[in-house]
């Protein structure tokens, strides 16, 4: 979800755990203080951000505009009558988690005690206090409903965009976001097996509605304070301090929370009328696509203004704020782009603005896991498979390894070689450009197939000529392959030609069964 939402949260999932520490923790509360343990350092892979965030520095606290409004909240009641069955059945679930995320025995949830944190400033809760979206716990409401859960609280500079109302021109700022960090919490429902259902798809999944003639796009604005937490004992679990001591409590939902991406995805869904959410006679005239609390529908003028008076009566009947940006061929959406008319997609403004104009010689490595982080997700909008970046990941890999073991720290010095440098530029150059959109012709009997395996489990990876991507693996067991690695190799192709055998051309399946058959043959051979 961060790597992809149109939201700024992309680059900014990792949570600097050092500091938050060293400013959150009372040194005399020996249940807290640091170990070995649980300062263990976390590091970066290819797909994930780890060694730090855009942590607003003091003067940034200071001087930049802070984020804080008050939305309507929702009608859960109409929200709950219009879901279908399934759908309200797995909301209450979600709910559920969220209200009691150490599970619903109170007695296992002793006490806890809220520490101070200088990093939380007086005037900005006050604006909270002032939106609704925390409360005061007075100390009367504090012995009637104890603390039994925290929030790591920090603010992360975001870039966001406006229109200006005189020129009509795009305008890129900075502004502080708050984060409410439920970290207990997390690890309660994660040890509880909560798992997402939430659809969030590859980015290719999203090309091929290019091909209608308009979209139109709405959001959510502040989605998550949407939500209230009503019940005051689900309040007692997300408590914090600021600066002056002062005990506070969430009153919405906070975006930190495992569970909080698949209850506002249901919300927006069901708002927005998904015929997979709703009953049939709250549905939208057309399909529409949903991330988190973005919306899209596709098609001519006439189903989009329908759309738009659908969505319009479905915000006021379940009193959400909607920013509806009406009906356009472009517009942005999940970090890209869009125009219908020429059939491209190109890198946001404000996600351009994010890489460097020009390739360094050299860079720390906080700065080059950044590059590549948005590089990857670059690929997804330009349908540009990663094997064709192999080798340049693969240089680039040795260093998140070192970061991941400690080896080397966020702010080393890396010197980029010629030809790690070439294929970078390259790469750099090509994100900034519009794509035109490919799309796979009927019958067309092209795609690459990518298998491996190992004793314990094969996996493969799919390429179709569209640039979709389909990803199918499994165990294996000693039964399989007798310990022998060219046998789990060639179950790891045939297990991938079963699995993406509705995907593949008789022509493919042709081509595969002759690579098999003289697969076949050198690994019996082998075992013999």
Not at 45 to 56: I, N
Request: aromatic share 8%; with cysteine; glycine share 4%.
């Amino acid at each position: 979800y961060k790597r992809q939402h149109d939201d700024d949260e992309e680059e900014d999932s990792a949570v600097d755990t050092k500091r938050i520490i060293e400013e959150d923790v009372d040194e005399d509360d020996d249940h807290d203080k640091l170990t070995p343990s649980n300062i263990a350092f976390r590091g970066s892979s290819l797909k994930f951000r780890r060694s730090q965030t855009k942590y607003a520095s003091d003067e940034q606290l200071a001087t930049l505009p802070y984020h804080s409004k008050m939305v309507k909240r929702y009608n859960m009641k109409m929200i709950m009558s219009r879901a279908n069955p399934k759908m309200r059945a797995r909301l209450e679930e979600v709910m559920k988690d969220i209200n009691r995320p150490f599970g619903d025995d109170l007695k296992r949830c002793p006490p806890v005690r809220v520490p101070k944190s200088m990093s939380v400033k007086k005037h900005h809760t006050e604006q909270r206090l002032q939106h609704q979206t925390i409360r005061k716990v007075t100390h009367e409401e504090e012995q009637k409903y104890p603390s039994r859960g925290t929030v790591q609280e920090f603010c992360v500079v975001e870039r966001k965009k406006k229109i200006d109302a005189s020129t009509k021109e795009e305008i890129i700022f900075d502004r502080l976001r708050q984060i409410d960090h439920p970290i207990k919490q997390n690890e309660a429902l994660r040890s509880r097996n909560f798992k997402t259902t939430a659809p969030l798809k590859h980015f290719s999944h999203y090309h091929r509605r290019i091909l209608h003639k308009k979209a139109l796009i709405a959001d959510l604005e502040a989605s998550f304070y949407g939500y209230e937490l009503e019940d005051p004992v689900a309040r007692s679990f997300y408590r914090f301090r600021d600066e002056t001591g002062q005990l506070y409590e969430l009153s919405v939902l906070m975006m930190g929370l495992v569970a909080s991406v698949e209850l506002q995805q249901i919300i927006t869904s069901i708002i927005a009328g998904h015929q997979e959410y709703v009953l049939p006679e709250f549905a939208a005239p057309t399909l529409p696509e949903i991330w988190v609390d973005n919306i899209r529908y596709c098609g001519d003028e006439k189903i989009l203004k329908k759309c738009d008076s659908f969505l319009r009566q479905s915000m006021k009947d379940c009193n959400a704020s909607l920013d509806i940006e009406g009906i356009s061929s472009e517009y942005d959406f999940l970090g890209a782009t869009w125009n219908h008319i020429n059939k491209t997609v190109r890198l946001a403004t404000k996600n351009v603005q994010k890489l460097p104009e020009v390739l360094p010689d050299t860079m720390t490595a906080r700065e080059l896991e950044g590059l590549i982080g948005r590089l990857i997700f670059v690929a997804q909008i330009m349908q540009d498979p990663l094997v064709n970046h192999y080798w340049l990941l693969k240089w680039a890999r040795r260093f998140f390894n070192g970061l991941n073991t400690g080896r080397i720290t966020p702010d080393q010095e890396i010197s980029i070689p010629p030809s790690a440098a070439a294929s970078l530029s390259r790469w750099l150059e090509a994100a900034k450009r519009p794509h035109k959109v490919r799309f796979s012709n009927a019958g067309r009997s092209r795609a690459t197939l990518f298998t491996d395996a190992s004793l314990a489990g094969w996996g493969a990876v799919l390429v179709l000529a569209d640039g979709s991507i389909h990803i199918a693996g499994g165990k294996l067991t000693e039964k399989d392959h007798n310990g022998n690695i060219n046998v789990a190799e060639s179950i790891a192709l045939q297990n991938a030609l079963s699995s993406f055998s509705k995907l593949i051309s008789p022509a493919m399946l042709l081509n595969c069964s002759t690579v098999m058959h003289l697969f076949f043959n050198a690994w019996r051979s082998t075992f013999n």
